[in-house]
């Protein structure tokens, strides 16, 4: 399973990134999704959008715990809060710091902080 989570919001943002996102319904800042099986199509939005989300497998224990916490109607899209103690997010010079883009396991901790 793989979760995206947006971190950026829409403020000088290009319109086909945001249609994007929309499309993947990560229409507001810290939504997240959990896609179980990304087909070819999810990937290369995924791909397209990566410099605006964090995502990585999340584990089955994380997922229960998100589906607890934020689960309403809908198991698979979840409003999130801030993460405790802040987030990095910034890129230098074309040069990944913070949580932007593939986090792989580390997603599981920036969720647990976001919960």
């Known amino acids: 399973m793989i ?4 971190i950026k919001g829409q403020v000088k943002v290009r319109g086909d990134f945001i249609e994007t996102m929309e499309r993947m319904n990560l229409k507001k800042k810290y939504t997240c999704i959990v896609i179980e099986k990304p087909n ?3 990937l290369g939005m995924l791909k397209k959008i990566e410099n605006f989300v964090a995502y990585g497998e999340i584990s089955p224990e994380m997922y229960k715990k998100l589906v607890e916490a ?3 109607k809908s198991k698979t899209i ?3 809060h801030p993460p405790r103690k802040g987030i990095d997010s910034k890129l230098h010079f074309g040069i990944k710091k913070g949580v932007l883009g593939n986090n792989k396991k580390e997603i599981d901790k920036l969720i647990g902080r976001m919960l």
């Open 3 to 6: 979760a995206i989570i947006r």
């Open 40 to 42: 070819a199509e999810q």
């Open 70 to 72: 934020r689960g309403q």
């Open 78 to 80: 979840f409003r999130l």
